[in-house]
């Protein structure tokens, strides 16, 4: 017959409490660090996002005001409609000509965000940072040839 292993039920003795204080000292240590790095990443992700997205707003409001007919305010719609999209609450559009008419060959959209207005929480890296983003196309009009 095989006999079983006698089974003795652990205390902590005085070294384990001691392993226990080096734990809760090493997380006072590290948590900061990490909770910087965590919230420095999301904030970069933010502003990231907010610049891709004003590229692609600038883009697409200039493809709405390089066709016959268009106005400057149709881009400046557009590009306040797509901000919108990922809660840009402030930011200066700037056509340029401001006047389209048939002469007009080239447009230019300038897309200017304050990211401390903007930021989900208080920008602590990035600070005052202004993000800028501009398109210039061709117009869609033809001289008549």
Do not use: K
């Not at 652990?10 to 997380?27: H, I, K, Q, W």
């Not at 610049?51 to 200039?62: C, D, G, H, K, W």
């Amino acid at each position: 017959m095989r006999r079983q292993p006698c089974r003795r039920q652990l205390s902590y003795n005085s070294r384990g409490d001691a392993n226990r204080g080096v734990t809760v000292v090493e997380f006072t240590l590290v948590a900061p660090i990490f909770f910087l790095m965590l919230f420095a990443a999301m904030e970069f992700a933010i502003a990231g996002t907010i610049r891709s997205t004003a590229n692609n707003a600038a883009y697409e409001a200039a493809r709405q005001v390089v066709v016959p007919g268009a106005s400057h305010r149709q881009g400046i719609d557009e590009a306040e409609r797509i901000m919108s999209i990922v809660g840009v609450r402030s930011m200066a559009v700037d056509v340029n000509p401001a006047v389209i008419d048939e002469t007009t060959r080239q447009v230019t959209i300038d897309i200017a965000i304050p990211y401390s207005e903007n930021a989900f929480f208080t920008p602590w890296f990035m600070g005052d940072v202004t993000i800028r983003s501009t398109c210039t196309l061709n117009t869609e009009r033809s001289d008549g040839t």
